[in-house]
């Protein structure tokens, strides 16, 4: 009698196949380390090369004169790719770029505060160059009211000669104590007193005599403060912010015989 056995051996190489087709897969292999380094040279090469782009505009923009441009070009080009060797270029000028496009965006505000006329007028032609004080007297009243302002002018008339003289909108010089004298102030120097006159037409303007020498120190200085006394408003320092005058806009300067 021959006895059966109770189960069957099974092969390996089968139990292998179904070992690898049961149950969960076994987790793949990790990336190599040559693939990271070529995805890590790829990136670096994306970032250089984006960076010489910023290095070549910044360049373009200094070389055209646009330093404001240049200025935030390179500013950007060094945050974002701050290891790039165009990165280190840029950062030999950068300072001196942000410096002179800071001086000048100054200059250039300084300048639209002044606002030039050319009057055909018996005579000739008058010249003037006008300024607003900064901060204004007072904006326009809830009801309705206008702004009370006042004007520093240069002007250059061919009968009445150069003058200069501060001018009133909406409000009057209050010269009951005398307005012989105006206490003028240039870049926060102590003030000094400046020879005044009120017209006798009774215009509400104010005229700085020695004009000549007031010019050459506006000419040197950025701000200008003048004490006076007003109608309405009593006691006021008015600040004109002179240092975009431009006196290519006023050629004559010669005064009245």
């Given at each position: 009698m021959v006895l059966r056995p109770l189960f069957k051996i099974v092969p390996l190489s089968a139990m292998l196949v179904a070992a690898c087709s049961s149950g969960s897969n076994p987790p793949s292999a990790p990336t190599s380390a040559p693939a990271a380094q070529d995805a890590a040279a790829a990136a670096k090469a994306n970032a250089d090369a984006?960076?010489?782009?910023?290095?070549?505009?910044?360049?373009?923009?200094?070389?055209?004169?646009?330093?404001?441009?240049?200025?935030?070009?390179?500013?950007?080009?060094?945050?974002?790719?701050?290891?790039?060797?165009?990165?280190a270029k840029i950062k030999e000028t950068l300072a001196d770029v942000t410096t002179k496009a800071k001086e000048e965006g100054e200059a250039r505000r300084l300048a639209r505060l002044w606002a030039y006329t050319v009057t055909p007028v018996k005579g000739g032609t008058q010249y003037a160059g006008s300024i607003e004080n900064n901060p204004p007297l007072s904006p326009p009243a809830a009801t309705g009211k206008d702004a009370k302002r006042v004007h520093l002018i240069l002007r250059q008339h061919p009968e009445w000669g150069q003058t200069v003289y501060l001018i009133l909108d909406n409000e009057k010089f209050n010269c009951k104590s005398g307005c012989k004298t105006l206490p003028v102030s240039f870049d926060g120097e102590p003030a000094k007193p400046w020879k005044a006159t009120i017209p006798p037409t009774?215009?509400?303007?104010?005229?700085?005599?020695?004009?000549?020498?007031?010019?050459?120190?506006?000419?040197?200085?950025?701000?200008?403060?003048?004490?006076?006394?007003?109608?309405?408003?009593?006691?006021?320092?008015?600040?004109?912010?002179?240092?975009?005058?431009?006196?290519?806009?006023?050629?004559?300067?010669?005064?009245?015989?």
């Open positions: 984006q960076a010489d782009k910023g290095l070549k505009l910044y360049d373009q923009m200094r070389s055209s004169g646009s330093l404001d441009i240049a200025a935030q070009i390179g500013a950007e080009t060094v945050a974002k790719y701050p290891d790039s060797a165009a990165a009774g215009e509400p303007a104010l005229f700085i005599d020695e004009d000549k020498a007031f010019i050459a120190r506006v000419l040197k200085t950025k701000k200008v403060a003048i004490d006076v006394v007003l109608a309405d408003e009593g006691k006021k320092t008015l600040v004109f912010e002179t240092g975009g005058l431009d006196m290519s806009h006023l050629p004559n300067t010669t005064k009245k015989k």
